[in-house]
């Protein structure tokens, strides 16, 4: 039984470009939580999705942030004109059900040029 | 707001040595507390969760309890071993998505 899949596990971006992160759950859940990791800092909640709705997006940026959870298909994070602030880990963890424990994924190394 | 304190933020022992890190929380309004162990560049394996009906949970050589009404937590960890340095997360679950803190870092010394 596969864990929580993020791909990819590397990414450098210049400034201005947009990034894609993607988390495929462990099976059978349905629940999709996002968080970001800054240096020396805690993880902080990002988003919190449930197949096609996102249900609380208040650890989100207003601006240049985006997430979604389709379907058919992996959860996907997307930041859009990525500033050098971006640069951080970005974890994705997965829940059967909102108070059941979140098995999280290896993350996102993202990288600001 | 819920705030997760961890002390200390760093802690170096030598193998064998038991040991013992605090979580505290401001609301003890909560459904559960985990405990996560992250190492470098890995993502989180969670280590331990206690439900707010329950006062602590073992697995192996980790213990953890839980004080809901002075909102404290505290990861046991005996006979310390060198593979057992990694930073060690506290985080709640209440009405509001995981809150972490900020976790304790861990050096077994050989």
């Known amino acids: 039984n596969a864990g929580v899949m993020q791909n990819p596990r590397h990414l450098v971006r210049r400034r201005g470009q947009e990034a894609r992160l993607r988390c495929s759950p462990m099976k059978g859940h349905s629940h999709v939580y996002w968080y970001r990791q800054l240096p020396e800092e805690g993880l902080k909640f990002m988003v919190y999705?449930?197949?096609?709705?996102?249900?609380?997006e208040s650890g989100m940026p207003k601006e240049r942030f985006s997430a979604e959870f389709p379907k058919e298909g992996p959860s996907i994070l997307r930041i859009q004109q990525v500033v050098r602030g971006d640069s951080a880990a970005y974890f994705c963890?997965?829940?059967?059900?909102?108070?059941?424990?979140?098995?999280f994924g290896d993350g996102t190394r993202l990288s600001i040029l | 707001k819920q705030e997760v304190t961890q002390i200390p933020a760093a802690l170096s022992v030598p193998e064998g040595e038991n040991l013992v890190l605090n979580c505290s929380f401001t609301?003890?309004?909560?459904?559960?507390l985990q405990w996560f162990r992250q190492d470098p560049g890995k993502g989180l394996t969670s280590l331990l969760l206690i439900q707010s009906s329950q006062r602590e949970q073992t697995s192996g050589r980790l213990n953890a309890s839980l004080d809901k009404s002075s909102g404290r937590s505290t990861l046991y960890i005996a006979a310390s071993q060198p593979g057992d340095s990694a930073t060690y997360l506290c985080a709640v679950k209440g009405n509001t998505p995981l809150v972490f803190g900020k976790g304790t870092r861990l050096s077994v010394i050989a």
């Open positions: 999705l449930q197949k096609e709705n996102i249900i609380d």
């Open positions: 963890a997965s829940s059967p059900g909102q108070v059941q424990p979140q098995h």
């Open positions: 609301d003890s309004a909560i459904y559960n």
